[in-house]
């Protein structure tokens, strides 16, 4: 079993549509979960970042973690063309030595249609 | 300010052959990471430098991979000898330990996409 679970999609929506990307997780150990955004031929950025259960909101972007559940969501309102891109959980754990180690899902990739 | 910055963009070769892959990570920033990415395992972690000290490769696929830090400006990925399945992109990220003020955000390079004929 993974580590880390997420659905690869691919994932097709109207514009406007509001978008639901989620991921589950094994390890309790997991101390931050992370949002990443990765376009086509291009490196992933950090999209969105929290470290506790609950809700995160920026702008039209929303990350709610469940951690008794090992569960964590990605909501998109107003979806926008622009938002097309494939979108990567990452969970953290301290590493022996410094430093995080983040450990990826294998991304769902999203296409937003006008 | 520049980011992580990787070369070769795309590499194509013949199996067998040696591969070799560079990354300059940003200024100051500490640790450095080699990333592996393919379409059916995603991102895996191969390799994590701290102070240009190996500290976790666990990661790396085996005796075919090694990766170097010589200085806190410059690492390589190098792949000899190089066979058909290491064809992925791969990519270098680098980030600042967690702290009060900062995530310990990564910040990746635009990977280099490797081809093994």
């Known amino acids: 079993q993974k580590e880390v679970e997420q659905d690869p999609g691919p994932l097709s929506v109207p514009e406007g549509a509001i978008v639901s990307l989620n991921c589950t997780y094994s390890?309790?150990?997991?101390?931050?979960f992370m949002w990443y955004r990765q376009y086509s031929r291009k490196g992933p950025e950090l999209l969105m970042y929290t470290y506790s259960s609950g809700n995160k909101e920026d702008g039209r972007f929303t990350a709610q973690v469940d951690k008794s559940s090992k569960y964590i969501s990605l909501f998109i309102r107003d979806s926008q063309p622009s938002d097309s891109a494939t979108y990567l959980c990452?969970?953290?754990?301290?590493?022996?030595?410094?430093?995080?180690?983040?450990?990826f899902g294998t991304g769902t990739q999203l296409k937003v249609e006008l | 300010d520049a980011g992580v910055i990787q070369s070769p963009r795309h590499e194509v070769t013949e199996m067998g052959q040696e591969v070799t892959l560079r990354c300059k990570p940003i200024?100051?920033?500490?640790?450095l990471f080699w990333y592996r990415q393919t379409m059916m395992r995603g991102l895996e972690l191969l390799i994590y430098f701290n102070n240009n000290v190996p500290i976790d490769d666990s990661g790396m696929p085996e005796d075919r991979f090694s990766a170097k830090m010589p200085n806190a400006s410059f690492s390589t990925l190098k792949i000899q000898p190089s066979e058909p399945r290491d064809s992925a992109v791969y990519f270098c990220a680098s980030s600042i330990p967690p702290g009060l003020t900062n995530t310990g955000e990564l910040f990746f390079g635009e990977g280099s996409r490797l081809t093994v004929l």
């Open positions: 200024s100051g920033h500490n640790s």
């Open positions: 990452a969970m953290s754990a301290r590493l022996t030595g410094g430093g995080n180690k983040l450990t």
């Open positions: 390890n309790s150990a997991f101390q931050y």
